[in-house]
């Protein structure tokens, strides 16, 4: 009874020998899966439970593209979904420029693009507009603190709030905004965020991976805490969604916003939000 937009593509990927078979993807469990079932179908994804000989996980799989959206438990992916990171943590150094600022910057294993400034942020740090002189800003799901570094250095007088589950992520924005200087960011879980603080800017590179149900309610706890006339700049890979998103972000928002594509590169979009005076 599974609405299953394509029978042979989910018997391909829920394969005894390879869940991956056939798909274009870069697989966290190449060949060792043991076994994997279907959990639920949608026109967009599927949901499978893939065991290895490390344990289970579930992940959702875009339908068509193969591309893995996210999974439960494990190492893969673990920035995503872990507070705590079960990988070693092994501490590199990066000098890196974020809009003309050279930095240099701590990274780690379990931490979101621990080997590079990721394409998507770069999208989003070479198109997003000049933030204001001041005002309060976020950086949502801020890894090591790439965008609220870029905040920051572009706003000193700011206050940049840099936002994650990941307590290793946390604790590198933290030391990376000391070492070079900013003293403007707060780096924490949401509770770092005073619950009557709202945000002149948000900028965010958005973990997709999570799925699209978890990522819906992420956006919808923040974006509704900008001001009046303030603006979110999300960064989104065009073929994980960003086109579909723009749409639903525009209905379940509302009338007190516009919401609107501001600018494409290297296939993402920077989605504008912007919450109407």
């Known amino acids: 009874d599974l609405d299953c937009p394509s029978s042979t593509f989910c018997e391909s990927v829920v394969c005894e020998s390879s869940v991956y078979l056939g798909l274009p993807m870069r697989p966290?469990?190449?060949?060792?899966?043991?076994?994997?079932?279907?959990?639920?179908?949608?026109?967009?994804?599927?949901?499978?439970?893939?065991?290895?000989?490390?344990?289970?996980?579930?992940?959702?799989?875009?339908?068509?593209?193969?591309?893995?959206?996210?999974?439960?438990?494990?190492?893969?992916?673990?920035?995503?979904?872990?507070?705590a990171p079960q990988s070693?943590?092994?501490?590199?150094?990066?000098?890196?420029?974020?809009?003309?600022?050279?930095?240099?910057?701590?990274?780690?294993?379990?931490?979101?693009?621990?080997?590079?400034?990721?394409?998507?942020?770069?999208?989003?740090?070479?198109?997003?507009?000049?933030?204001?002189?001041?005002?309060?800003?976020?950086?949502?799901?801020?890894?090591?603190?790439?965008i609220a570094l870029a905040l920051a250095l572009e706003s000193p007088e700011a206050t940049v709030?840099?936002?994650?589950?990941?307590?290793?992520?946390?604790?590198l924005a933290r030391s990376n905004a000391e070492a070079n200087g900013c003293g403007n960011i707060h780096a924490g879980t949401a509770a770092v965020v005073p619950g009557?603080?709202?945000?002149?800017?948000?900028?965010?590179?958005?973990?997709?991976?999570?799925?699209?149900?978890?990522?819906?309610?992420?956006?919808?706890?923040?974006?509704?805490?900008?001001?009046?006339?303030g603006h979110a700049y999300l960064v989104v890979q065009r073929n994980l969604g960003s086109d579909s998103l723009i749409p639903w972000l525009a209905e379940h928002l509302g009338d007190g916003y516009e919401v609107g594509k501001y600018a494409s590169s290297k296939g993402y979009r920077v989605i504008d939000v912007h919450k109407l005076a």
Not at 28 to 57: D, E, H, Q, W
Not at 58 to 70: A, P
Not at 98 to 104: G, K, M, N
């Open 28 to 83: 966290p469990f190449s060949n060792m899966v043991k076994s994997a079932f279907l959990l639920n179908c949608k026109r967009s994804y599927i949901m499978v439970r893939i065991v290895n000989k490390t344990g289970t996980a579930n992940i959702s799989v875009f339908h068509g593209n193969g591309d893995v959206m996210g999974k439960s438990n494990g190492t893969a992916n673990e920035q995503y979904f872990s507070s």
């Open 88 to 146: 070693a943590d092994v501490r590199k150094t990066l000098e890196v420029t974020l809009r003309d600022h050279p930095v240099t910057v701590e990274t780690s294993n379990g931490v979101f693009s621990a080997h590079r400034v990721d394409l998507g942020t770069s999208v989003l740090l070479r198109h997003a507009p000049m933030p204001p002189l001041e005002g309060t800003f976020l950086d949502l799901g801020c890894g090591w603190g790439a």
């Open 161 to 171: 709030y840099a936002v994650d589950v990941n307590e290793r992520a946390i604790e």
């Open 196 to 229: 009557d603080v709202r945000f002149d800017v948000i900028w965010s590179n958005p973990p997709i991976r999570i799925g699209k149900e978890a990522l819906h309610e992420l956006l919808m706890e923040w974006l509704p805490r900008l001001v009046s006339d």
